[in-house]
């Protein structure tokens, strides 16, 4: 099989071949990814894992691939996808009961510690990493692609161009800014 980076260049190029063979040589890691957001999410979705992997693939396969220039880059916006795919999930189970009576739960670990046991506890998350999308995207970015994406720090260095260092102080103010957010 060829080289995952040409073939992120030919999808670019509108190769729809070389973006399925993309999705064939990558698909063990997809499920790996998708694996953690189902342990994330417990019980509030009703997908499965794989379900997960092709609802993902399908909000990826619409982007242009020139986002893409290589494997990380490809993970990391597919471990966002993935966030979506559960936050949409999770959004719409809630439409449906509308309060319902549910305790709501106050999350006081770092963010590397979170397990969310609840829809709300999810969409907390989401919106405070919304909110420091705002304020500081890069840190957003570090979040993203180590919480979500399980990329270790040198993967995430390489793919924001910057040094190792760097990755572990933007770790460290994003579960400073996290926390105290989902303390209020």
């Given at each position: 099989?060829?080289d995952?980076?040409?073939?992120?260049?030919?999808a670019?190029?509108?190769?729809?071949?070389?973006a399925?063979?993309?999705?064939?040589?990558?698909?063990?890691?997809?499920r790996?990814?998708?694996?953690?957001?189902?342990?994330r999410?417990?019980?509030?979705?009703?997908?499965?894992?794989?379900?997960?992997v092709?609802?993902a693939?399908?909000?990826?396969?619409?982007?242009?691939?020139?986002?893409?220039?290589?494997r990380?880059?490809?993970?990391?916006?597919?471990?966002?996808?993935?966030r979506?795919?559960?936050?949409?999930l999770?959004?719409a189970e809630?439409?449906?009961?509308r309060?319902?009576g549910?305790?709501?739960l106050?999350?006081n670990?770092?963010?590397?510690e979170?397990?969310?046991?609840g829809?709300?506890?999810i969409?907390?998350i989401?919106?405070a990493l919304?909110?420091?999308?705002q304020?500081e995207?890069?840190?957003?970015?570090?979040?993203?692609?180590?919480?979500?994406?399980?990329?270790?720090?040198?993967?995430?260095?390489?793919?924001?161009?910057?040094?190792?260092?760097?990755v572990?102080?933007?770790?460290?103010?994003?579960?400073?800014?996290?926390?105290m957010?989902?303390?209020t």
């Open positions: 099989m060829q995952i980076t040409q073939l992120l260049q030919a670019a190029g509108g190769d729809r071949r070389a399925d063979a993309v999705v064939a040589g990558l698909y063990e890691d997809l790996r990814l998708a694996r953690q957001h189902m342990r999410a417990g019980e509030l979705t009703l997908l499965d894992t794989t379900a997960l092709h609802e693939w399908l909000r990826v396969a619409g982007r242009d691939f020139r986002d893409f220039p290589d990380r880059h490809f993970l990391a916006y597919a471990a966002r996808a993935m979506t795919v559960v936050i949409d999770v959004r809630r439409a449906e009961r309060g319902g549910v305790a709501e106050t999350l670990t770092a963010i590397a979170l397990s969310p046991q829809g709300d506890d969409l907390r989401h919106e919304d909110e420091l999308a304020l995207p890069r840190l957003a970015q570090v979040v993203e692609m180590r919480y979500f994406g399980g990329l270790l720090e040198q993967e995430i260095a390489s793919a924001l161009g910057v040094t190792d260092r760097t572990q102080r933007d770790w460290q103010k994003a579960r400073l800014f996290l926390a957010s989902l303390k």
